[in-house]
């Protein structure tokens, strides 16, 4: 059982960078696991951002594609979100999802504010 922990989010200018990080507590590598970023707003439904395959593949919303870059990197044992060039209506609580044979893990989300 994966207990996720996402970190690096915060207080950033438009136009600025952050970039988020996912991990299991115990840490458990999470290199099986297809792994996804999401975010929600209050008020509105939460929605994929981008996600990283066990084989490598990625793929990312269409508004995050030239912007955002999910990369792992498997000695850390960690997922990362790199998020380039923000835009205030993306300031939301963004949370790691990590699936493997139908088990599914969330985390407890970092939140993210865009604001000059």
């Known amino acids: 059982q994966l207990h996720l922990v996402e970190s690096g989010g915060g207080l950033v200018q438009p136009g600025g960078s952050l970039r988020l990080s996912c991990a299991d507590s115990k840490p458990t590598s999470l290199s099986y696991y297809t792994v996804r970023w999401y975010r929600q707003s209050p008020g509105e439904q939460r929605e994929l951002v981008a996600g990283s395959g066990s084989g490598g593949s990625t793929d990312y919303a269409h508004y995050a594609q030239d912007r955002f870059t999910i990369s792992r990197d498997t000695a850390k044992k960690t997922v990362y979100l790199q998020m380039d060039n923000l835009k205030p209506a993306e300031t939301s609580t963004y949370y790691c999802?990590?699936?493997?044979?139908?088990?599914?893990?969330w985390g407890q989300g970092t939140q993210v504010t865009v604001s000059p």
């Open positions: 999802h990590a699936v493997l044979v139908g088990f599914t893990y």
